[in-house]
């Protein structure tokens, strides 16, 4: 039995009490949008965390789907699948002891979605238009 009391609420907060929320957190629970087209950059920062998440998606085409199936402390529920369903995949999740993520594991799996490949691209695009 899920109880109410356990979910945080914590609403408009500055970054460094944010990441005192995560840290104190055991699950992090992220939303999807119907209509999403760009990946919001906050998964990166939770998988950063190495714990839990559930991901609530609303479509089967979640624009998050593709990386939090990577991630391997991801649980992924769809608002459209049946309550007693999604029910038994939570208790399950949330039954399951965490796993350790190792951060440098996770650069390599998402290396494309890191700082310095955006600047290695950057700077690789900049040498190329000196040497036109």
């Known amino acids: 039995k899920l109880n109410s009391n356990i979910f945080i609420y914590a609403g408009l907060v500055n970054h460094e009490k944010l990441l ?3 840290a104190n957190s055991d699950i992090l629970v992220s939303i999807g ?3 999403a087209d760009m990946l919001p950059s ?5 998988m950063s965390t190495g714990k839990k998440i559930l991901h609530i998606a609303k479509e089967y085409d979640d624009i998050c789907l593709e990386h939090y199936t990577k ?3 991801a649980l992924v529920l769809f608002e459209k699948d049946s309550v007693e369903t999604n029910a038994i995949k939570l208790l399950k999740f ?3 002891t965490p796993i350790s993520v ?3 594991d996770l650069k390599v799996l998402f290396k494309e979605n890191t700082p310095a490949y955006t600047v290695d691209i950057m700077e690789s695009g900049a040498k190329t238009s000196l040497v036109k």
């Open 20 to 22: 005192e929320l995560y």
């Open 33 to 35: 949008s119907k209509r």
């Open 42 to 46: 906050k998964i990166f920062e939770y």
């Open 71 to 73: 991630y391997p402390q």
């Open 94 to 96: 949330i039954n399951t």
């Open 102 to 104: 190792n951060r440098t």
